[in-house]
């Protein structure tokens, strides 16, 4: 069994020692989980060249830490509580060995359609139970999924699957989002006719409407389950082998597709899960992010079932068919442990305390949030209205590149501060440094955080791109894994995360590239360039400014303009990274030297209208402005 804390005198002292001897820590810890074959050693690295390497030499596959390792004494307990769309449709239940049977069946499917360990399986559905089935069928026969989030539109997606190599995507019909149908399967044929490599697609039924299926490329999922094999074997894996590719954005246009393997994954995973939620035997633990995310991932599907949880998947939106959606699945289903975003915290919270009413709420223990940060309002209305003052918050940071949560207390052990990530886990080495990458010693500072030494979760590489990998993650602060975020260390030694550093920006936890929306906005016939920024916005978190510049109108004017920039977004992108702001901008306030001067445009969108610091290195002042009359209209 994988060790839980349970004081804080504990996390004192296994913290030390998790850093005064990282391999002994982790080793000890990889010793609970069933490997085929033990490592011959624990870790090699290198953080110059972006190398790691945990349990080296060790054979497992993970789908036998959640199956066969768990089946004795689990079998019937659920796995997966699966709660619809539609609450007046039924909910399903899926027990460990149904589970099992499912994801071997499934196993067979992929076999049986030519998959091979190595292969790359993408996988663009909505969240279903076979969403979990079909990450963990890759995982038993060693093929490498990578799921996309099916709000991202075909031409993400196509690009996506170009750059993953992908031979089989799995897919559905549609999918069921609150009062909204979305069209799944149309874009996942856009995407597929995009690139050049998927050669087979597996379509699941879940809408019912009727779709066209290609003849020798698309097979449904329920025909090709009927004649599939109950048992398959698990595929020996190296402890360092891809488990899955998830991409995510970053400061320039191209999304990364983050690499992470196997061993270390499921022992981080693992460990922080239990630790940070205190899951104990027979909890209900409920994540509602999107198994299209690191989130979901590492926090829905691999930590919780890696640790023999149930796990509760909902396919809806917290707001449908009325705001108290979550409290009335909390409730229905006995949720103890509950795991969400500020972002819906916030939206729920502006909604006002009728949807509250008659909710019990009483079996709740734990609250965590992720994504970003948490003001503290909206920490004090959780902590206060759902937690009923009872329930520890736990406030975690960490990234898609980390794997598993990085700075986060354990609940109810660490003390905690309202909008405070509060402590490094085990095994985990912050640091601060300033601009000049001097590492900033002792209490009461403030800079950006980075990682000094590395943790089994930690993601290996970008996906075809090792240069971009170090270049983007080991090159700024040469020694230390760069997280892009800002932190301030209080006078007591605990972390706050201040917000990203770099050109991305964190719309509803969601992480959008400035550069990818520039160049979505950017294809428009009309537009000659743009700059984009990110706004403080109450719900939202971060919003999208987006400063364009048009010297041709169409016969819309400035309106239609908008509105075309908005559809084009939604094409390139996604409905969720459309700008909250478009100002049309005669010019961007650039330097001699042809650079947008950002900070300008980020004061302006923050409602300044003065302060500007510096503005004489610029090519023209006067713009700026013109800039600052436009907004007000905006
Ligand atoms: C970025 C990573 C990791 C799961 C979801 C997001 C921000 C994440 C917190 C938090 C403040 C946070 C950071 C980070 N972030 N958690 N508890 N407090 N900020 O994963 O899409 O890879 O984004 O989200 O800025 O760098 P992601």
Redesign the pocket.
């Known amino acids: 069994m994988v060790p839980k804390i349970s004081t804080l005198g504990g996390y004192i002292f296994e913290y030390q020692k998790s850093v005064t001897n990282p391999t002994g820590f982790w080793s000890n810890i990889a010793e609970s989980f069933y490997w085929r074959k033990k490592w011959d050693h624990v870790l090699d690295w290198d953080f110059r060249s972006g190398y790691t390497n945990w349990f080296h030499g060790a054979k497992l596959n993970l789908t036998e830490n959640i199956f066969e390792r768990h089946l004795f004494f689990r079998g019937n307990q659920p796995a997966i509580i699966w709660e619809p769309n539609d609450p007046s449709e039924t909910h399903r239940t899926l027990t460990y060995s149904e589970l099992f049977t499912e994801v071997q069946r499934f196993s067979n499917v992929l076999k049986g359609l030519g998959i091979k360990k190595g292969d790359r399986v993408a996988i663009y559905l909505p969240m279903v139970p076979e969403l979990v089935i079909a990450l963990l069928a890759c995982a038993r026969i060693g093929a490498v999924h990578s799921v996309i989030f099916a709000g991202f539109s075909a031409q993400s997606l196509g690009e996506r699957l170009q750059d993953a190599g992908a031979k089989l995507l799995i897919t559905s019909d549609g999918g069921f989002r609150g009062s909204k149908t979305i069209p799944i399967k149309q874009i996942a044929d856009d995407a597929m006719n995009m690139c050049k490599c998927v050669s087979t697609a597996i379509v699941l039924k879940r809408t019912g409407e009727s779709i066209p299926m290609v003849d020798g490329r698309d097979h449904w999922y329920h025909d090709l389950m009927k004649d599939a094999g109950d048992t398959c074997e698990a595929e020996e894996m190296d402890s360092e082998d891809p488990l899955f590719i998830l991409y ?1 954005s970053g400061s320039t246009g191209k999304p990364k597709g983050l690499v992470h393997t196997t061993g270390g994954y499921m022992v981080y995973t693992a460990y922080t899960f239990k630790n940070v939620f205190q899951y104990g035997d027979g909890d209900v633990y409920f994540c509602s992010a999107d198994i299209g ?3 979901g991932h590492s926090y829905l599907v691999y930590g919780p079932l890696l640790s023999g949880a149930t796990s509760l998947m909902f396919e809806g939106v917290p707001t449908w068919p009325d705001a108290g959606r979550f409290w009335d699945i909390i409730d229905k289903h006995k949720v103890n442990q509950f795991y969400t975003a500020p972002t819906a915290i916030r939206s729920l919270m502006a909604l006002g305390m009728d949807w509250l009413q008659n909710k019990s709420l009483a079996t709740l223990k734990v609250l965590g ?6 003001n503290e309002a909206a920490w004090h209305w959780y902590h206060d209205h759902i937690g009923k003052n009872r329930c520890p918050i736990v ?7 980390t794997g598993g949560i990085m700075i986060s207390p354990m609940a109810g052990i660490t003390p905690t501060k309202p909008s405070y ?1 509060t402590m490094p886990l085990m095994g985990i080495q912050p640091m601060i440094v300033d601009q000049n990458g001097k590492q900033l010693m002792g209490n009461s500072v403030e800079g950006n955080l980075c990682i000094g030494y590395p943790w089994p979760g930690m993601a290996r590489t970008i996906w075809g791109d090792h240069e971009r990998f170090v270049n983007t993650y080991f090159t700024t602060y040469p020694g230390l894994y760069f ?3 800002g932190v301030k260390r209080d006078e007591d030694g605990y972390y706050r ?1 201040l ?2 550093v770099d050109d991305v920006i ?1 719309v509803s ?3 959008l590239g400035t550069a990818e929306i520039e160049n979505a906005i950017n294809e428009h016939p009309l537009v000659d360039e743009s700059a984009v920024v990110g706004f403080s916005h109450p719900i939202k978190g971060q919003g999208i400014y987006a400063y364009v510049v048009c010297t041709h109108f169409s016969t819309g004017g400035e309106e239609g303009i908008r509105n075309s920039i908005m559809m084009a977004v939604s094409t390139m992108i996604g409905p969720f990274a459309k700008p909250d702001k478009i100002q049309i901008v005669t010019g961007l306030p650039k330097t001699r030297s042809g650079k947008i001067m950002r900070r300008i445009l980020l004061k302006i969108a923050e409602g300044k209208t003065s302060e500007f610091g510096d503005i004489t290195t610029l090519l023209d002042p006067e713009i700026v402005n013109d800039i600052v009359k436009g907004a007000k209209e905006v």
Do not use: C, F, L, S
């Open positions: 995510t995310w690191i989130t949030t992720v994504g970003e940060p948490i406030d975690t940071w960490w990234q898609t590149e990530a997280t892009g975020d995360i917000g990203r964190n936890g969601h992480r």
